[in-house]
């Protein structure tokens, strides 16, 4: 456990609790998971790119003023990966740190127009991320699956060519398993993405979109409406409006909730007023999950552990948010059941013990 993101709020046996749990995880992001020891070891491997090589300097380097250094971090390590080894390598690492934190298995968000764009070969890329996913795989015991998302900024050239890169039979990965789309809401409207998902869609994906992060809930009507969205990246502003919450609710249309990147990008003020606790209440299917983890400060275990203390959580209570990923996962039925087993088997040697 990283002592600085030990919440004094949350009891210590409970952070230990979480540091065991098997989980899922739904919403994270590839680039976004680089931690320093990864973007160290990417820093070390192309000199001249302007990005410390030493690991404790990173840590000064990845805490931000402000969103638009965020971001000019982010494009930095970006531009780190050039190589179809780089890709390997990124991928490979962030399994490492997910098994570390007891993931049995990750939909991890790629965006492959960010590596194609510069000029690194679609086939040689995707064959890094399959080689990656499967040795991962083998050696972790983490499984890895893809969601392929439109960087929105980057404007309809772009879903262009994600669909293409999702649904061209000679490229799409065995492990790509859904569609997204991230980026910044504001000024891109989330209906002009339709054509691109219906693709999606009929070549047997999964329909995942951010909504709802940095603008209002017809931002997640428009996903559900016009994208046909399975879940929900963020959906936080569907608090405020409560025939959406039903709707979600009804429908068993997960949310996939990342608090601290949420404070992070200011999409909420602070970890008080963050709405996880109206979805509950409404009855929505709750994930909890860590965005760009080392960019925010968090992990994915940290991220339990505010979900613990803003649903005034225990044992049995983490255990059950950690199977609401499961359920909400596109995973077969098996490979569900395997990890509810887990769970469960951990969390009663846990409880008999204590
Ligand atoms: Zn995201």
């Not at 820093?43 to 410390?52: E, G, I, K, L, N």
């Not at 997204?180 to 209906?191: D, H």
């Not at 070549?203 to 879940?231: F, I, K, N, Y």
């Not at 203390?309 to 395997?338: H, Q």
Request: proline share 6%; charged share 25%.
């Amino acid at each position: 456990m990283t002592e600085h993101l030990v919440d004094p709020d949350v009891p210590r046996d409970l952070h230990a609790f979480i540091a065991g749990l098997p989980k899922a995880e739904l919403h994270v992001h590839h680039v976004g998971s680089a931690s320093p020891r990864i973007v160290s070891e990417l820093a070390a491997r192309h000199p001249d790119s302007m990005v410390p090589t030493d690991p404790e300097a990173l840590v000064d380097y990845f805490t931000f003023t402000d969103f638009a250094h965020f971001i000019q971090v982010y494009l930095s390590v970006v531009d780190l990966i050039r190589t179809p080894e780089d890709v390997r390598l990124l991928t490979y690492e962030v399994a490492r740190d997910m098994a570390r934190q007891q993931v049995r298995y990750a939909e991890l968000t790629i965006t492959p127009y960010s590596s194609t764009r510069r000029g690194i070969d679609e086939r040689a890329f995707m064959d890094a991320i399959e080689d990656a996913r499967k040795t991962a795989e083998a050696d972790f015991g983490t499984v890895l699956r893809w969601c392929f998302d439109i960087p929105g900024e980057a404007g309809l050239e772009s879903a262009e060519e994600t669909a293409r890169l999702a649904t061209d039979d000679r490229l799409r990965p065995e492990g790509l398993v859904s569609f997204g789309l991230g980026g910044p809401e504001i000024g891109v409207a989330r209906p002009q993405f339709k054509p691109y998902f219906d693709r999606a869609i009929a070549a047997g994906l999964h329909s995942v979109p951010h909504a709802g992060e940095t603008t209002g809930p017809q931002t997640v009507w428009d996903a559900l409406t016009h994208l046909r969205a399975e879940r929900i990246g963020h959906g936080t502003s569907s608090a405020q409006d409560p025939k959406l919450l039903a709707h979600l609710a009804e429908r068993r249309i997960p949310l996939e909730v990342c608090p601290t990147s949420n404070i992070a990008t200011r999409a909420v003020r602070t970890l008080d007023e963050h709405p996880i606790k109206e979805f509950t209440r409404a009855g929505v299917l709750v994930t909890i999950n860590s965005d760009d983890p080392p960019m925010f400060g968090t992990d994915l275990n940290n991220e339990y552990a505010v979900a613990a203390r803003l649903l005034g959580l225990d044992e049995r209570g983490l255990a059950d948010l950690a199977k609401n990923a499961v359920e909400a996962a596109f995973l077969d039925e098996p490979g569900k059941a395997r990890i509810r087993d887990e769970i469960d088997t951990y969390t009663s040697s846990w409880l008999a013990a204590s």
